[in-house]
């Protein structure tokens, strides 16, 4: 099993910058990709950028030019620093950790983040 513990959410007003981080624990090992997603009231949970082993990244277009993901493999955490941040950022962010084999999937409690106009 694996464990993970987002941290890092607040409010912050228009343009401000959040920096979210999600420490995994447990059965770590294998832990190929590592991800956050949100979640606005009222709508789906939406990929917002994900890092694997490799270092390669993905990112949603919304966020693209203003949220990095990075990943500290030693310390079993991933980050999204935040910049520029908008309304429509509000959200839960969830932490998200996916093994290849066995296929496993894991998730946070998430983390709210606020953004004022």
């Known amino acids: 099993q694996v464990q993970l513990v987002e941290s890092g959410g607040g409010l912050v007003q228009a343009g401000g910058s959040l920096r979210l981080s999600c420490a995994a624990s447990?059965?770590?090992?294998?832990?190929?990709?590592m991800a956050w997603y949100r979640q606005a009231p009222g709508k789906q949970r939406d990929l917002v950028a994900s890092?694997?082993?490799?270092?390669?990244?993905n990112y949603a277009d919304s966020v693209k030019g203003r949220f990095t993901i990075s990943r500290d493999s030693a310390k079993n955490t991933v980050y999204l620093q935040m910049n520029n941040l908008k309304p429509e950022d509000t959200a839960v962010y969830y932490c998200?950790?996916?093994?290849?084999?066995?296929?496993?999937?894991?998730w946070g409690k998430g983390t709210q983040v606020t953004v004022s106009s």
């Open positions: 890092i694997e082993l490799s270092g390669d990244k």
């Open positions: 447990g059965s770590t090992f294998g832990l190929n990709t």
């Open positions: 998200n950790a996916r093994r290849s084999f066995p296929s496993s999937m894991y």
